[in-house]
């Protein structure tokens, strides 16, 4: 059967390679029977990869480990959820995973967008095919998950004992899908350049690619922080481990993008930059698997050291060499729109907005790829950790929540003073008010943290002033009006309050780690079942010891009850040592209990059984919930800026083409 | 045995998909692209006088730049 799967993997190989030939071959004869003929072959490489899929899951299943793959990943005990989520957990099911649902894209591109780009398709069909003749023929000539081992073992070496988590069956499959979905954007950016279809059409066309990709990538990074800060080892929601940093890396520029795609949509601004943004955010997501497989980086995610890694760089130098010569060969017709960007507007916020991501971006970069040059060429180990990122990431954080707060207030085209000060002066004032209270609650000691909570407020205000505005515009009252009326802003205008959904979550979530980095405690407390301990404005009670023996985990399990000082309950947790069969360290699950204002996070650190009496490291981290919270609204805000526009009634319609015809547009003016 | 049959099978299937559009398809190059002023949403008249409305209301708020909001 795994030659079989070797055989599926092969033919797709050779199906890829012919959507590549048919399509070149279409596209220079004009002749639409080759170009239906390469969409068809990504389509074929689509079914063999979907087959070679289902014989991987097969062997996994059936626990053949005389397969070389499914030994060093799976055994005998591991659950069937686990032995699923063991696909992805090496290298090779990884990279076949990759060629999978990079083949569905293609092949989801071939149907969706056959009749909406017609004239693009060729050489889109074009690129898809080369990315997916390089990252399949990866997967059969260095990468073959299919591989036998010559003999046939009594039991597999099992799954990592880090992998051993509910997160594996969704974080990486989330990610994966958010990194493979930026190769469509970049297909559909080649061929813009190479059929010299410059105009907005592209940008149209590739925008809920983008949104998707960026939805989705965006879920895989909040679904590995929420799975790094429950299991110990990874160390918390985010620690700048290089392959974290590496998946922030394309949604950063994919970010930048979606802001600036308006630009050149509204007012023909900024091509260049969209088309170099949509390589670079290709080029980082290869950086990314490269980083992960070719050993230079010192990881907890990393993969062992493979011949894949500099196959990967070949990729991502063709990539950055294609946008160059692309771009540069094309910058006759790439001609930015003759209307300047005028002094305060949100054209200008955009752009300034784009300034600080791509800061970020470049520091980001630089901080992880550091050690790995420094490595290679002095061969030395240097380390780039929190110290230099926070140096960065501090005053990104402060700008961007200034333009957070700027931006709904600003118009597009030319901001009238008179105006900003008045739309304004509310938020400024809530800023005023949440620095002062800050400053005041904590003495004065975290001036950072109370300047970061006042620019927050700023910008809560902003956003949350716009959607008062939205829905108070025609005079409506009582909450029964109010609710349908919000919810009519998303289907009139999507974008526009899909985006502010999105702020309002990146507020929250900066709000979250500012107030978690600041204020978080910790402390260690001895206790014997039955016994207290009074923690900040709580009292943890060790309520229970138990322990389980299996076939495949022995686990000691502590339950403590959590209560407010008041004695009001809030709740309980487990936090719990185990270890799983095959493996030799124990592990330990964090026992977590969220509340509104702060998380109770118990870790335990040594049980004696005898006795009953356990050590546990307790720590108190403020504002977390709003981690989450922001996270969800983040991804939210997404979903709803996917939402088809639906027409407003005709009246605001016929308002809105007057002030066009004015030379207005300034919609935002209320 | 299986699984040669079915690979046969995957072989015959794939190379009938690449074949089909060669041997049935006109060469001809087909219509270019409409306009780029037509958004995806005007397109879906068929389900009925609402959706049409709501087509036609989107494409009037598309060219008065409303649709662009904070991205």
Redesign the interface.
């Known amino acids: 059967?795994a030659?079989?799967g070797t055989?599926?993997v092969l033919?797709a190989l050779a199906?890829a390679a012919?959507a590549a030939v048919?399509a070149w071959i279409g596209y220079r004869r004009?002749?639409?029977?080759?170009v239906?003929?390469a969409?068809?072959?990504l389509?074929?490489a689509l079914?063999?990869l979907t087959?070679s899929a289902g014989v991987l899951w097969t062997l996994f299943l059936t626990r053949d480990f005389s397969v070389r793959y499914v030994a060093e990943y799976s055994d005998q005990h591991l659950s069937i959820p686990l032995t699923i989520s063991a696909f992805w957990a090496g290298q090779n099911g990884s990279l076949l995973f990759w060629a999978w649902v990079l083949a569905g894209a293609a092949g989801l591109v071939t149907v969706r967008e056959r009749?909406?780009?017609?004239?693009?398709m060729p050489i889109v069909v074009l690129t898809l095919a080369l990315v997916l003749v390089a990252f399949t023929a990866l997967v059969a000539f260095t990468s073959n998950p299919f591989e036998r081992l010559g003999f046939t073992p009594a039991d597999g070496a099992g799954l990592n004992a880090m992998l051993q988590n509910w997160g594996m069956i969704y974080h990486p499959p989330a990610t994966f899908l958010g990194y493979i979905g930026f190769t469509v954007p970049f297909a559909f950016a080649v061929a813009a350049l190479v059929t010299g279809r410059l105009?907005?059409?592209w940008v149209?066309l590739v925008r809920p690619w983008v949104l998707w990709s960026w939805i989705l990538l965006g879920i895989g990074i909040i679904l590995g922080a929420r799975w790094a800060y429950t299991e110990l080892g990874w160390g918390g929601y985010w620690a700048w481990d290089p392959v974290e940093n590496v998946s922030l890396l394309p949604w950063l520029t994919a970010t930048a993008y979606?802001?600036t795609?308006?630009l050149q949509?509204?007012r023909g601004k900024l091509p260049v930059w969209n088309l170099s943004l949509t390589f670079v955010t290709f080029a980082m997501t290869v950086f990314g698997t490269f980083l992960v497989r070719s050993g230079v980086a010192s990881s907890v995610h990393a993969f062992a050291e493979s011949s894949a890694g500099i196959y990967l760089l070949g990729v991502i130098v063709a990539v950055i060499v294609a946008g160059v010569a692309l771009i540069t060969w094309r910058l006759p017709l790439l001609k930015d729109a003759s209307t300047p960007i005028s002094g305060l507007s949100?054209e200008r916020l955009?752009v300034v907005t784009n300034a600080v991501l791509m800061v970020f971006t470049l520091a980001i970069f630089w901080g992880t790829l550091f050690p790995v040059i420094t490595s290679v060429l002095q061969g030395r180990e240097v380390t780039v950790g929190e110290p230099f990122f926070d140096l960065v990431t501090i005053p990104v954080t402060l700008a961007l929540l200034v333009l957070f707060g700027l931006?709904?207030a600003v118009a597009?085209r030319q901001a009238r003073t008179h105006g900003l000060q008045r739309r304004l002066a509310l938020p400024a004032a809530a800023a005023l008010v949440a620095g002062l209270a800050t400053a005041l609650l904590d003495g004065g000691r975290h001036p950072l943290t109370s300047l970061t909570l006042s620019l927050s407020a700023f910008a809560l205000a902003t956003v949350l002033l716009?959607f008062h505005h939205g829905v108070h515009g025609q005079g409506l009252r009582g909450i029964r009006e109010h609710l349908p009326r919000l919810l009519g802003l998303f289907r009139r205008?999507p974008?526009?309050?899909?985006?502010?959904v999105v702020?309002l979550g990146m507020v929250l979530l900066i709000i979250g780690v500012a107030l978690d980095v600041t204020y978080r405690s910790d402390e260690r407390h001895t206790l014997t079942v039955g016994e207290s301990a009074e923690v900040g404005r709580y009292v943890l009670t060790f309520e229970d010891l138990t322990s389980e023996i299996t076939q495949t985990r022995m686990s000691l399990a502590a339950t403590l009850g959590v209560a407010r000082q008041s004695g009001t309950d809030a709740g309980s947790l487990t936090t719990e040592r185990y270890l799983n069969v095959n493996q030799e360290d124990p592990r330990t699950a964090v026992g977590v209990r969220s509340l509104v204002r702060e998380d109770v996070y118990v870790i335990l650190q040594e049980v004696d059984v005898d006795s009953e009496t356990a050590t546990f490291s307790v720590h108190l981290h403020p504002g977390v919930l709003w981690l989450w919270v922001g996270s969800g609204l983040l991804i939210l805000g997404g979903l709803l800026a996917l939402l088809?526009?639906?027409?407003?009634?005709?009246r605001e319609?016929d308002a809105?083409?007057t002030?066009?015809a004015a030379g207005g547009?300034d919609?935002e003016v209320r | 045995m299986l699984?040669v049959f079915?690979?046969g099978l995957?072989?015959v299937?794939?190379v009938l998909?690449?074949?089909?559009?060669?041997l049935t398809?006109?060469?001809?190059?087909?219509?270019?692209?409409?306009p780029?002023a037509t958004p995806?949403?005007a397109t879906a008249t068929s389900r009925g006088d609402d959706d049409l409305?709501?087509?036609?209301?989107?494409?009037?708020?598309?060219?008065?730049?409303?649709?662009?909001?904070?991205?």
């Open positions: 059967m030659e079989f055989f599926t033919l199906a012919w048919a004009g002749d639409a029977r080759f239906r003929s969409e068809a072959g389509q074929g079914l063999s087959v009749h909406r780009a017609r004239e693009l105009d907005s059409e149209r979606l802001h795609a308006v949509e509204r949100r955009i931006a709904p597009w716009e205008d974008r526009r309050y899909g985006g502010a702020h088809p526009p639906r027409g407003a009634p005709a319609e809105a083409l002030s066009v547009e919609e | 699984y079915a690979a995957l072989l299937a794939v998909l690449i074949l089909r559009p060669l398809g006109t060469a001809a190059v087909e219509a270019p692209v409409a780029a995806p949403e409305e709501a087509a036609i209301a989107a494409r009037r708020a598309r060219m008065s730049g409303r649709e662009g909001g904070a991205a």
